[in-house]
């Protein structure tokens, strides 16, 4: 069954610290991308990545960044986390052109406090 | 820059009853495509229906079809015979083609909630 994993169902973290959420796609998937969804929001896309140790910027990368340094894994990093990323992460692959197709992991439900 | 707009925050729905979700979207590629993901309480995604800018037929996938407007820039979901099981966020999406990544933006969302 193919898959997308993201490490952690639920992180509480502190303001100020330093947060790693980790996603695994066992699907061969040249792109992968973080996502964050919020009540009336909707998903917003944070970064993207199409290739090893490519990346691109999305819609909202401010106080975010993110690391690619194998196909299968792509990282994202709260620098310095604040309240206000408090929020739900969504981890998503596909292949480079083909969108249908996307997979996403089952999120990760982040409170900074 | 693409956008996507859902303008029904809320809906409720008696069973049996057919559903149809508002969607509409801007973008000045020529190439895109147009998506419908469900999302029940669980938060996992599942992937519904798609359609492509120059499919000439709407797409149907069993009970769910997208009526695709292209002039009006509408891709609304239709659900046809709602069951208990389609209580759900409904998020209306689209992509765009020729970039180095073809990603997917998505709209705010639809509840759909049903009523026995």
């Known amino acids: 069954d193919v898959k997308v994993t993201q490490s952690s169902r639920y992180l509480v973290k502190r303001t100020g610290e330093k947060v790693f959420l980790e996603c695994v796609q066992d699907?061969?998937?040249?792109?992968m991308f973080w996502y964050r969804q919020d009540p009336g929001l909707g998903l917003r896309l944070i970064y993207f990545?199409?290739?090893?140790?490519?990346?691109e910027k999305g819609d909202i990368p401010e106080g975010y960044s993110v690391s690619r340094e194998k196909k299968e894994r792509f990282s994202l990093i709260l620098e310095s986390a604040s309240t206000n990323q408090t929020s739900m992460y969504l981890c998503?692959?596909?292949?480079?052109?083909?969108?249908?197709?996307?997979?996403f992991g089952s999120g990760t439900r982040l409170t900074v406090v | 820059a693409q956008k996507i707009t859902q303008t029904q925050p809320g809906m409720f729905v008696q069973e049996k009853e057919a559903v149809t979700l508002d969607c509409t979207y801007d973008?000045?590629?020529?190439?895109?495509?147009l998506f419908w993901y469900k999302q029940p309480s669980s938060g996992e995604m599942i992937f519904l229906i798609y359609?492509?800018?120059?499919?000439?037929q709407n797409a149907t996938e069993g009970r769910y079809s997208l009526n695709f407007q292209k002039a009006r820039k509408s891709a609304n979901l239709v659900i046809s015979a709602s069951q208990l099981g389609d209580s759900a966020m409904y998020f209306c999406?689209?992509?765009?083609?020729?970039?180095?990544?073809?990603?997917?933006?998505f709209g705010s969302g639809t509840r759909l909630s049903i009523r026995p």
């Open positions: 998503a692959s596909s292949f480079r052109d083909r969108v249908v197709g996307y997979t």
């Open positions: 699907m061969d998937h040249e792109n």
């Open positions: 990545s199409y290739d090893v140790k490519m990346k």
């Open positions: 973008t000045s590629d020529p190439s895109y495509g």
């Open positions: 359609q492509g800018s120059y499919d000439q």
């Open positions: 999406a689209m992509s765009d083609y020729y970039s180095s990544a073809s990603k997917i933006i």
